[in-house]
């Protein structure tokens, strides 16, 4: 069955930076786009990154474009977001995410907390 694990959150002062990878299993992984979602507390989830299957293309929320990098390495079947310069409003759970036909697969999440 379909697997994405999170992983890499943590807590990190502003002007950090912190990784996140998401390990995928259970489909054909170099054929599918990926996004990263997050939710901070209180709202509703957002979009922030997304990546087409090869990794050529690429699209940011613009309240993190210049800071956060997503990436993926099909060799080992993980997506990644690079996060630099985090700042408090950054504060979410972060989701990796992918849809097949009718089906959205999400992970269980990892938390970054930038105190303010």
């Known amino acids: 069955q379909v697997q994405l694990v999170e992983s890499g959150g943590g807590l990190v002062q502003p002007g950090g930076s912190l990784r996140l990878s998401c390990a995928a299993s259970g489909f054909i992984f170099s054929i599918y786009p990926m996004r990263w979602y997050r939710q901070p507390p209180g709202k509703d989830r957002e979009l922030v990154a997304t990546i087409t299957s090869t990794g050529r293309l690429t699209t940011y929320v613009d309240s993190v474009k210049g800071r956060f990098t997503i990436s993926r390495d099909n060799n080992k079947n993980t997506v990644y977001l690079q996060m630099n310069s985090l700042k408090p409003e950054d504060t979410a759970v972060y989701y990796c995410?992918?849809?097949?036909?009718?089906?959205?697969?999400w992970g269980q999440g990892t938390q970054v907390t930038v105190p303010s």
């Open positions: 995410n992918t849809v097949s036909g009718k089906n959205d697969y």
